[in-house]
């Protein structure tokens, strides 16, 4: 693919007083890289500078995405925070043109080398911007839009507020100017705060806990010396049709919903492309780490504003299961035990992390994410997100453009899955798979049996 370069631009953080915003307790458990989402429009589409016009226009109200991330860096150092104001770095725009190719020659839209060009690379002086998009124009008119924003500043459901408020905006909608709520100050704890829940063993490590002695048990990474190679990790794109996905749930007696279906079905596919049913006797455990949205769970409580907050509001639920059980368990009996994760999380448990981070987020003690795992692996476990609720598939942009395909950017670790609404004639799901390219050959080739 011929991508063309016209010009790379920054946009302006407001002309605010600088100010340092401490990570929220969510921010600390957040991954600590930059999330990458590819967006195809069909022609006709908004000419570039309306596209910036209305972006200059939107990004006042989410002060975070032109801010400068600021890493102190090194042990007993003072936290990670975000630099808002004149102090931020502004959000990184590239403008670029596919002149020798239509966008119709990309679509289905699908993981390939080639889409690497199409967003900008997060390089060691771009990684201080929260916010980088790249507006790409083909020779039809068609586009591809890139976002990659920084996911301790924002999870999805904070950028796909951000992107349909640019969406509205370049369609000449009233938008607002109101800031969206964000940082610890507009996460309100209880009065006194109480933790439930022990979150240093489970989003946390325990104090003075090394890596290794919080891993101990793990079985080692399927690489040499611990290095990742991470061209070895395919990412592939599965299409599951609107009748399979209910034969599957057909199948699992049709207790369970979309998500907790297609998901535990991925799962247990994965597990025996990995060969882990039958290794060891089948005795590895794996476990599915699910992203949890709390924003539903937690209103009426009075710890979200009532206008909406903008960062991370997402904690991970776990079930886990034996792997010769569950690769030849029932579909039904792997769906219950997402469910049974995914419902454990629940109100009191964020709202008790809530509580944990007014008690100890506050900058004196450690606190180290529990899951971050050997760089590019997740093996023998999987994560999964659900974009299946987060609307990114109803964007518009306006001019009669029609959005014909939404993807993940490059994801180099291997386990990853993202289930989302397939934009094909008949709906459906699709689910973006990273894993080791020996493994992503067996799921393949198994991914659409129903044993």
């Known amino acids: 693919m011929d991508v063309q370069v016209q010009r790379t631009l920054v946009m302006p953080p407001p002309a605010a007083p ?22 195809a429009f ?9 596209l910036l016009d209305a972006l200059a226009a939107t990004l006042p109200r989410f002060p975070l995405l032109t801010a400068a991330r600021l890493d102190r860096g090194g042990p007993g150092a ?5 630099v808002t104001g004149e102090g931020g770095a502004g959000a990184l725009v590239v403008e670029a043109e596919v002149p020798s190719s239509a966008l119709s020659d990309h679509l289905p839209l699908a993981p390939s080398p080639g889409l690497a060009l199409l967003h900008p690379k997060v390089t060691r002086g771009a990684e201080r911007h929260v916010l980088m998009l790249q507006i790409n124009r083909f020779a039809c008119g068609g586009i591809v839009l890139a976002s990659s924003a920084h996911h301790q500043a924002a999870d999805g459901h904070s950028m796909t507020t951000f992107l349909h408020a640019w969406a509205d905006a370049v369609r000449g909608d009233d938008i607002g100017r109101a800031l969206v709520p964000y940082g610890p100050a507009a996460l309100v ?107 539903g769970r937690l209103a009426g409580t009075g710890t979200l ?20 059980d569950l690769a030849s368990g029932t579909l039904a009996d792997a769906a219950a035990l997402v469910r049974a994760g995914i419902r454990a999380v629940d109100g009191r448990y964020f709202q008790s992390f809530v509580d944990f981070g007014a008690l100890h987020g506050g900058g004196d003690e450690e606190l180290e994410p529990a899951c971050a795992d050997e760089a590019g692996v997740l093996s023998p476990d999987v994560e999964a997100d659900s974009w299946l609720h987060l609307d990114l598939h109803r964007l518009d942009f306006g001019c009669g453009g029609r959005l014909v395909g939404f993807l993940p950017g490059k994801v180099p670790q291997d386990g990853v ?30 991914a659409y049996t129903m044993d």
């Open 78 to 82: 003072a936290r990670p925070c975000h």
């Open 18 to 39: 600088s100010a340092e915003v401490p990570l929220t307790v969510f921010d600390l458990a957040a991954p600590t890289y930059h999330v990458t989402v590819l967006f």
């Open 189 to 295: 704890p209880r009065r006194p705060p109480r933790c439930e829940f022990e979150h240093r063993a489970a989003e946390f490590l325990p104090l003075s806990s090394s890596h290794a002695a919080a891993r101990e048990d793990k079985p080692p990474a399927e690489t040499d010396d611990h290095h990742v190679d991470h061209s070895e990790i395919s990412n592939t794109l599965l299409h599951y049709t609107s009748e399979f996905v209910a034969e599957l749930k057909r199948r699992a007696h049709g207790r369970y919903t979309t998500f907790e279906t297609v998901s535990a079905h991925v799962w247990r596919k994965i597990t025996i492309a990995r060969g882990l049913g039958v290794a060891d006797d089948g005795a590895t455990r794996t476990s599915i780490r699910v992203a949890v949205n709390g924003r």
């Open 42 to 50: 069909s022609p006709p589409n908004p000419t570039n500078q309306a």
């Open 417 to 446: 899955v993202v289930l989302m609404p397939s934009l094909r004639k008949g709906g459906g799901v699709d689910v973006f798979v990273a894993l080791w390219e020996k493994h992503a050959r067996e799921l393949s080739a198994i």
């Open 305 to 324: 504003p009532a206008e909406g907050f903008f960062g991370n509001v997402v904690l991970t639920a776990t079930s886990g299961a034996r792997a010769a």
